[in-house]
């Protein structure tokens, strides 16, 4: 079975820096795509980047927000996916989830991909 | 980057109705583009329908996906108290920035 655990949230000031992580288990998070998602207080779900297989690259892609601040890694020996973020802003305040990827494609062979399985959230506040 | 709008934001519904959610993008996507995620207050979100028809492991056959190009739908067929929440439709191909919808609420009339 597959689980996802999240942790390293916490409060922090604006400018710092904090590391979350991911804990996986019943699969290997290197093999794997993987992704962060945010959800702001009250607010809907906005994606902030995944990270490819290892077999795929291991190359990470962000959303304009977070990129040049934000880190996704994943790291073989503790089988987990991390998220560095740097510079943290007040409007990084969240819940946030990793979660697993899984691909599907069209008749035409255009893949896209999903989130399989989500962690249960870890509340990052940026606050002074 | 593919902007996703969703309507209604909020549905009032009744037990038993059917619910139609829609999703339409700013550009035409593949259908594999194309998910649907439920939550519920202070749960993380669950996938629903995937490659916009497909349904996830365990997802009770009331729920079903439709669409093509810009416009995507999610319907409830008869609602269940347990069926209301919050519905997000995403899209997310092989080019980033992947881009959630901001969510339709189906709340009990």
């Known amino acids: 079975e597959v689980q996802l655990v999240e942790s390293g949230g916490g409060f922090v000031k604006p400018g710092g820096s904090l590391r979350l992580s991911c804990a996986a288990s019943g699969f290997t998070v290197t093999n794997a795509w993987m992704s962060w998602v945010r959800q702001a207080p009250g607010k809907g779900l906005e994606w902030i980047g995944r990270?490819?297989?290892?077999?795929?690259?291991?190359?990470?892609d962000y959303a304009a927000p977070v990129k040049g601040r934000f880190t996704i890694s994943g790291d073989d020996s503790k089988n987990a996916l991390y998220l560095q973020m740097n510079s943290l802003k007040s409007e990084d305040t969240a819940v946030y989830y990793c979660t697993s990827l899984a691909e599907t494609s069209d008749y035409f062979d255009s893949s896209g991909y999903y989130s399989e399985d989500w962690g249960q959230g870890t509340l990052v506040t940026v606050s002074s | 980057e593919i902007v996703l709008t969703q309507s209604p934001g909020t549905l009032s519904l009744s037990p038993g109705e059917r619910a139609t959610l829609s999703c339409r993008a700013s550009q035409t996507l593949s259908s594999s583009y194309l998910a649907w995620y439920q939550q519920k207050p202070g749960q993380a979100p669950r996938l629903l329908i995937y490659g916009a028809y497909s349904r996830a492991t365990g997802v009770p056959d009331r729920f079903s996906g439709s669409g093509s190009g810009t416009d995507f739908a999610l319907t409830i067929s008869r609602l269940e108290p347990e069926d209301f929440a919050v519905y997000y439709c995403?899209?997310?191909?092989?080019?980033?920035?992947?881009?959630f919808g901001p969510g339709t609420k189906v709340d009990i009339k």
């Open positions: 995403q899209q997310c191909g092989s080019s980033p920035p992947c881009t």
């Open positions: 990270i490819k297989s290892k077999a795929d690259g291991g190359t990470a």
